[in-house]
């Protein structure tokens, strides 16, 4: 994966469509990923990682991401909906700047493909997600 996650070397990544690029990274001392896109600044709890893997690896199957600002009503069994729910490990979001909370998958999810744990597909005019094997 470009970069080693850190502030001094982000990681540059593409959200699923490919059609943006990004740095996101790790801030151990804040304990927050700071996610950069153009003058876009947005963050997400660390945990988020492990955590929608995890939900993927339970679910089974293909997941839609369902990418959606924050102020954007979500449809549930999405990805996005998942990552601002009141059942998940967090109980609501896992974004944490107000106003700039949503995106998750858009922004999140990119990084497990990197790591070679997830797999996008498009399917129709949205793009779906799913955990490879362990």
């Given at each position: 994966?470009?970069?080693?996650?850190?502030?001094d070397d982000?990681?540059?990544?593409?959200t699923?469509a490919?059609?943006?690029?990004?740095q996101i990274?790790?801030d151990p001392?804040?304990?927050?990923?700071?996610?950069?896109?153009g003058?876009?600044w947005?963050h997400?709890q660390?945990?988020?990682?492990?955590d929608?893997?995890?939900?993927?690896?339970e679910?089974g199957?293909?997941m839609?991401?369902g990418?959606?600002?924050?102020k954007?009503?979500t449809?549930?069994?999405?990805?996005e909906?998942w990552?601002?729910s009141?059942?998940?490990p967090?109980?609501?979001w896992y974004?944490?700047?107000?106003?700039?909370?949503?995106r998750?998958a858009?922004y999140?999810m990119p990084?497990?493909r990197?790591q070679g744990?997830?797999?996008?597909?498009?399917?129709?005019?949205?793009?779906w997600v799913?955990?490879?094997?362990?």
């Amino acid at each position: 994966m470009p970069g080693s996650g850190t502030p001094d070397d982000p990681w540059e990544l593409t959200t699923p469509a490919g059609g943006a690029s990004f740095q996101i990274w790790h801030d151990p001392d804040k304990d927050v990923l700071h996610c950069q896109v153009g003058a876009t600044w947005l963050h997400y709890q660390p945990s988020a990682l492990d955590d929608v893997l995890t939900m993927l690896r339970e679910h089974g199957d293909w997941m839609e991401l369902g990418n959606k600002d924050e102020k954007q009503p979500t449809k549930e069994g999405t990805v996005e909906h998942w990552a601002r729910s009141d059942d998940n490990p967090v109980g609501g979001w896992y974004g944490l700047r107000r106003g700039y909370r949503g995106r998750f998958a858009n922004y999140v999810m990119p990084i497990l493909r990197e790591q070679g744990k997830v797999e996008f597909e498009k399917k129709g005019r949205s793009w779906w997600v799913r955990a490879l094997p362990e």
